[in-house]
T-cell receptor, first 112, second 116 residues
């Protein structure tokens, strides 16, 4: 089945700086890659997703890039703000499977 | 439109007790999932369903059973709870997860289960 690795597990950045979280996946048939944000005690919520026919997608301060050849995708957050502090999960869906496979999460800390 | 609703929100069980977690969605989604979330482990798929009357095993199915008698409901059962099943359980639903047209998962608010 699909295997998703996520790095780093914890990321601390100064407010206003950029943050980058990276994920790799194992199944070359995977074609959908969402990112979820989870605040403490709350449910995961989709913040951005990308499909395999697109290399990059941007939504205001958030962008995701996908390199199908290398089988990795990344989340980029620019001009970080205190409300960006949360745990972020990447996920992928394998070509023949049902259900997303998630990375183990990155705890993003925004330092004032 | 409530989205995905999970009940109960919290539960404490003794080892060996049984319980059922209920998930209900009002978005007419075909696919429903049960995940468990443990510190440092991310979200791991327990069981899922691709439609009414169907269920399938995910990554960590042992010790759990599920049923999907109605399209809008997906039940997760623990027949004999163990301390290793202490976790936060999330239900989710989506239009589909087929490779041709994936759609995002919509999560419920979670159930925090403690087994002593």
């Amino acid at each position: 089945g699909e295997n998703v690795e996520q790095h780093p597990s914890t990321l601390s950045v100064q407010e206003g700086d950029s943050a980058v979280i990276k994920c790799t996946y194992s199944d070359s048939a995977s074609n959908y890659f969402p990112w979820y944000k989870q605040e403490l005690g709350k449910r995961p919520q989709l913040i951005i997703d990308i499909r395999s026919n697109v290399g990059e997608k941007k939504d205001q301060r958030i962008a995701v890039t996908l390199n199908k050849t290398a089988k990795h995708f990344s989340l980029h957050i620019t001009e970080t703000q205190p409300e960006d502090s949360a745990v972020y999960f990447c996920a992928a869906i394998g070509g023949g499977a049902d259900g997303l496979t998630f990375g183990k999460g990155t705890h993003l800390i925004i330092q004032p | 439109n409530a989205g995905v609703t999970q009940t109960p929100k919290f539960r404490v069980l003794k080892t060996g007790q049984s319980m059922t977690l209920l998930c209900a969605q009002d978005m007419n989604h075909e696919y429903m999932y049960w995940y468990r979330q443990d510190p440092g482990m991310g979200l791991r798929l327990i069981h899922y369903s691709v439609g009414e009357g169907t269920t399938a095993k995910g990554e960590v199915p042992d010790g759990y059973n599920v049923s999907r008698l109605k399209k809008q409901n997906f039940l997760l059962g623990l027949e004999s709870a163990a301390p290793s099943q202490t976790s936060v359980y999330f239900c989710a639903s989506s239009y589909s997860s087929g490779s041709s047209y994936n759609s995002p998962l919509h999560f419920g608010n979670g159930t925090r289960l403690t087994v002593t």
